[in-house]
């Protein structure tokens, strides 16, 4: 019994990984890189980077805006999905940053950064924007 519960949680464990590893080898699908600059790239904790990205999310509307925050530590690295949803727009939804957060000299830098569109209706066209 115990080496099924290891199994399930290896299994689980390669699931959450495993986006983050191809994200590094490939660019990551409808997704557009983001160059960032101080002081929205270093915090002094990784929460401070975050709360950043999240500066301006609409506290109210029709819909009721949500977001969700996905976190896993790699080898020290901090690997997140930040995304918002439920935007009063009738072509865009939300939108979805994915990015890497490493620990330096002074706290916390933000390594790397993507974002892509939710759209409300339809897919993002190749110029990366909601119909």
Known sequence: MRLIQQIIAAIAL????????????QADDDFRRVEVFPPLATGMDVMDIL???????????????????IMISVDGAVHFDLIENGF?????????HRGVIIRNANGW???????????ARGDLS???LCP
């Open 14 to 25: 390669a699931a959450l990984i495993a986006p983050f590893a191809v994200a590094e080898e």
């Open 51 to 69: 709360a950043s990205l999240m500066a301006g999310f609409p506290e109210q509307n029709e819909r009721g805006p949500k977001i969700e925050l």
């Open 109 to 119: 830098e933000l390594k790397r950064l993507s974002h892509k569109w939710i759209c």
């Open 88 to 96: 009063a727009d009738d072509s865009v939804a939300g939108q979805h």
């Open 126 to 128: 190749a110029e990366g």
